[in-house]
Structures are given as C-alpha cells and as structure tokens.
C-alpha cells in the first residue's frame, strides 16, 4: 500500500535560510512560486528574459537568468517542459550542482529515462502535483490542497526526502483535501504515460469518431457536440467520479441512463484494450516510448505536427468553432 505522508512529518524549517530557484514560470512554477513564498520561504526565479520573466518581476520576485538562479539556489525546481529540460539543464544547471543541492522535479520521465544524470553529490527529489498549474495556485488560495507524489532518486545528504516533504508542504499539498503519497520517478512516469496512452487518448478518438457517426445519422453538429462535451457535462462526469466513486457517480444519472451504460459500455472493452494497455505498459517500461518521441524531436517533430494538424482541421473542430462562436465562447 502507498504511504500517505503525514503533515508533522514534513518540517518547512529544514529550508530555513535556503533560497530556492523555480527554474521556468510557467504553468507550474509560477503557482508554485507564489506558495513557497506565502509559506515563508526564499523564492527567486530563473527564465529567459521573455514575457514570463516579467511576470516574475511584475509578482514581485527577483528573476535571474537560468544559470544565475541555479548559481544562487539551494534548492533547485526544474519546472520547464520536460523536452525542454535536458538541454537547458547541461547548459545553465548542471555547472551549478555542488555538493548539498537538491534538484525537484514535478515529473520523472527526465530520470527515469536517463535524459538527465546529475551528479552523485546531489539530493534528486520528486514532487509531483496531480493538479494543473491554475489549480495549484487556486486551491491553497482558499486554504485547499491537492495531491502530490513524492520521491527520491538520490539522496546523498541524507535529507533527500525532507527537503521534499518540505517542498510539497510549501506548495500547499498538505492543506485540506490534499495529499502527500509515497511514489518514485519511474511510477509516476508510468502512470502518467500511461494515461496519455491508453484512456486519455482513446477517449478523444472515440468522441471524435461518435460525433462523426452522429452526424451521419442525421443529427446537427451543434446538438451532436453538446451532447458529446460541449455542455461541460463530461467535467461535472469528473468531478463528481472524484468525489462519490467512479462507479457510485452513476446514481446521478436516471435509471435508463445507468442500465444502458452497465450494460453497453463493457462491450467496447474487448480482448484488444487489454493487449493495447499491456504494449502501453511493455513500451513505456522498456523506453520504446522515450526513444520514439527523443528521435521524432529530432528529427523536428514532423509527424506531432502532422497529427495534431489533422485533427485540428477535423470536421469537430471545424463544427466547434461555429458552435462556440454562437455561445459566445470565442
Ligand atoms: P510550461 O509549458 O508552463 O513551461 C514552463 C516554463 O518553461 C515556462 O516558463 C517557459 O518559459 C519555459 N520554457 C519553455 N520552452 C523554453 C525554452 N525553449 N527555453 C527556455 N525556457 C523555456 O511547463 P509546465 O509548468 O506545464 O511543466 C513544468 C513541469 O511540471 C514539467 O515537468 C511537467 O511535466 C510538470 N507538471 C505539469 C503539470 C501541468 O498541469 N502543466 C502537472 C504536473 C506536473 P516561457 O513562458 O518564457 O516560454
């Protein structure tokens, strides 16, 4: 069973007189930022000089350029998009790891898969919202938290794990509805792979293809859509599996609607979702993934734009656009 860490067990004094560097403000390390500062700690951010970097001024922060912040820190957030991160880290970070620095990664593809090795003199920690930026910020905001997975890849200080206990209390993770769960660089990535892999996916392609079938059989795109998704229904769907249970939600829908989902549903879930979720398993585990998306990066990322270009042309987007303008939403 994971462990869930308790609040007394993380103690924000193990960052006294620390300064930490939240390397990239973005989604994340600007929320981030903003906590570790409201809980008392020593924030200064490091980005390229862009629009980024002047919020960072505007929120009141002292914005270095990367390597300067990793120069100055302590405790180092890299929170820059993790196809991003390896370069930028062998450029401005790694020059700066002395012996006693902590690295914190929000996400553990970069170690798991090797992209980045930082020295053995160094602590690398995990801490890892399950929450979007916005939400980050949001929930500690009105005294909420959310859930964080936390792990340690190096711990040459012996404090590895204490510095990101302490990091995801000052993020906020430990407030109200929040929690601080035993995990590891390699979990966190299967997981989160595996999401994008198998459901996540999978759910996009099937509303795509349902709208397309809809359509067909005569009913209007903008019905089509706002039976689909567009309503927002689907995020209320979400929010109320969170809550009361995937299974549990159903007794919010009518009983026409229960016995038809009980009993159509599984049908879509045939010998093939099994096979296709253990490949996802087998090719995120052996790096087939990493490899895949390392080349095609490489090489440009000529069939990401191709894809994505695709479906952005699609005739649901197309449908979505007329439909959004009509509500008022573009
Ligand atoms: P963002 O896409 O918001 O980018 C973060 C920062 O990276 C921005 O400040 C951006 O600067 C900077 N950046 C982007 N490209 C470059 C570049 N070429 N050179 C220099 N700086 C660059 O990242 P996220 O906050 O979404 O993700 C950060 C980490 O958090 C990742 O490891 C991600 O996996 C993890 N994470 C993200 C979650 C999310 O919901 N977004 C949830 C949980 C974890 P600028 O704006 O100036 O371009």
Known sequence: MARFYAVNEANPAILSGKAIAIIGYGNQ??????????AGHRVIVGNVEDQSFRQAKGDGFEALAIDAAAAHADVILLLLPDEIAPELYRRDVAPHLRTGKTL?????YNITYKFIMPPRESDVVLVAPRM??????????RGEGFPVLVGVSQDFSG????????????????????????????????????????WAGAMLFL???????????????????????????????????????????????????????????????GADAD??????????????????????????????????NERLSSPVAAAEQELFTRLGRR
Do not use: C
Request: aromatic content about 8%.
């Open 29 to 38: 390390g600007r929320s981030q930022a903003i906590n570790l500062r409201r």
């Open 104 to 108: 914190v990664f929000a996400s553990g």
């Open 132 to 141: 979007i930026g916005q939400g980050v910020l949001d929930l500690p905001a």
């Open 159 to 198: 404090r590895a794990l204490a510095t990101a206990l302490a990091i995801a209390r000052g993020i906020g993770a430990f407030l109200p509805h929040g929690a601080v769960v035993e995990s590891s660089f390699e979990e966190e990535t299967l997981v989160d792979l595996f999401s994008e892999h198998t």
């Open 207 to 269: 509303l795509d293809r349902a709208f397309k079938l809809l359509v067909e059989a005569g009913v209007s795109q903008e019905v089509a859509l706002l039976e689909l998704y567009a309503s927002g229904e689907l995020g209320e769907i979400g929010r109320a599996m969170a809550t009361l249970g995937m299974w549990n939600q159903l007794k919010l829908h009518s009983h026409t609607s229960q016995f038809g989902q009980l009993t159509y549903g599984g049908e879509f879930i």
């Open 275 to 308: 096979a296709l979720m253990q490949k996802a398993i087998d090719e995120i585990r052996d790096g087939t993934f990493a490899k895949r998306w390392a080349a095609e990066q490489a090489a440009g990322s000529p069939l990401f734009h191709r894809l994505l």
